[in-house]
Every structure is written in structure tokens, then in C-alpha cells.
């Protein structure tokens, strides 16, 4: 397997900044445990530019770092929001990022319409489903009440947050094609 070069590192720790960031966009809904928050956003955005390995990579340190540092929507850390209500959301981020990644790798010229949907299929379907499913687990509730309150009231901002994330990292690498390179970088092997 290949070592990461510091370019890919530097990636890295700039998308954790960014993610972190989004976090601060944390609105508390009073009929759900699940805030919005932008870093469904950010996992997008990794996915699409940073591929599939490195997309992965990415958010599994986030994930780590989210271990020791308050990195996760609210400024809020620690083991115990990974194993409560809203921590499948969270551990399934890097799965995400590495199914868009993958999504969008199939194509060397993908368009909007190909992230839109790597977008839905990674960042929404896959987060749901882990997020909805530890919901249930920790709280006790059924499948169908934790998916309407932990996926349902979200459906339409998400799918917003896949349009302009597509829209977005189309964008991007269209102005910086490195940033494409640096992804390919980290598909090859020794």
C-alpha cells in the first residue's frame, strides 16, 4: 500500500479544518436528536475531490481526531458521541466519502449530474442508513420513528446540500485540476 506524500497530509489536514468548520453551522432541531449541521456537506466535498482512498482516509481521521478533539457539530468530542443517538451518522462519513469517491472515479470527466447522484447515493443513503439505524439502537426506538426523525425532516435540505456540493466541486476541479491529480495519486500502488 502506498505511504501518503505530504501534499496528501496537508490535504488531509486541511479538509479536517473544513469539516470542522462546517460543524459550527449546527442548528438543534427540538422534534429530533439529530442537529443539522454542514459537515454532510464537507463529507461530499472529500468524496468528489479527494476520491475514494484519500476521500476515506480523510474522514476516518476526522473521525479520530473527533476522538480527543471537538471537532463534531456543536464543538462537541469524545467517545461518547460516537456510540450515542447521532454516531452512526458520524462513523459512517467515511464510507461515504469513499462511495462518491468511487462513484466519481469511474468517469475522467464527470459532470454535475454524476455528483449529484454519487452525492445522494454516498452522502445521503449510506448516512441515513447507519445514522438511522444507531439511532434506533441507542434510543430504543423502532427503525420507522427513528427514520422519521432522524432522516425524513432532512430529505430536502440534504438534497439541496447534494445539488450545490456537486455544483461546488465540479467547480473545483475544473479551476484546479491538481486537485484531481493529488486523488489519482492516491488511487496507484508500489
Request: glycine share 12%.
Amino acid at each position: 500500500m502506498q505511504k501518503l506524500n505530504l501534499r496528501q497530509m496537508m490535504v488531509i489536514a486541511l479538509f479536517i479544518a473544513l469539516l470542522t468548520a462546517l460543524g459550527y453551522v449546527n442548528i438543534p432541531l427540538p422534534f429530533s436528536p439529530v442537529p443539522l449541521t454542514g459537515q454532510t456537506f464537507g463529507v461530499m466535498l472529500a468524496g468528489m475531490l479527494l476520491g475514494s482512498r484519500l476521500g476515506f482516509i480523510t474522514l476516518l481521521v476526522f473521525d479520530l481526531t473527533g476522538l480527543v478533539f471537538p471537532v463534531f457539530a456543536g464543538a462537541a468530542g469524545g467517545i461518547g458521541k460516537l456510540l450515542g443517538p447521532t454516531g452512526g451518522y458520524i462513523l459512517s462519513w467515511p464510507l461515504a466519502a469513499a462511495v462518491i469517491g468511487l462513484l466519481v472515479e469511474r468517469e475522467q470527466h464527470p459532470d454535475w449530474i454524476r455528483f449529484f447522484l454519487a452525492n445522494i447515493l454516498g452522502g445521503v443513503l449510506i448516512v441515513y442508513s447507519l445514522g438511522v439505524l444507531q439511532l434506533s439502537l441507542v434510543t430504543g426506538m423502532g427503525l420507522i420513528p427513528a427514520f422519521i426523525s432522524g432522516a425524513l425532516p432532512f430529505i430536502p435540505g440534504d438534497l439541496i446540500k447534494c445539488a450545490v456540493a456537486a455544483a461546488v466541486g465540479l467547480r473545483l476541479r475544473q479551476a484546479y485540476p491538481a486537485i484531481t491529480t493529488l486523488a489519482s495519486q492516491s488511487q496507484t500502488r508500489n
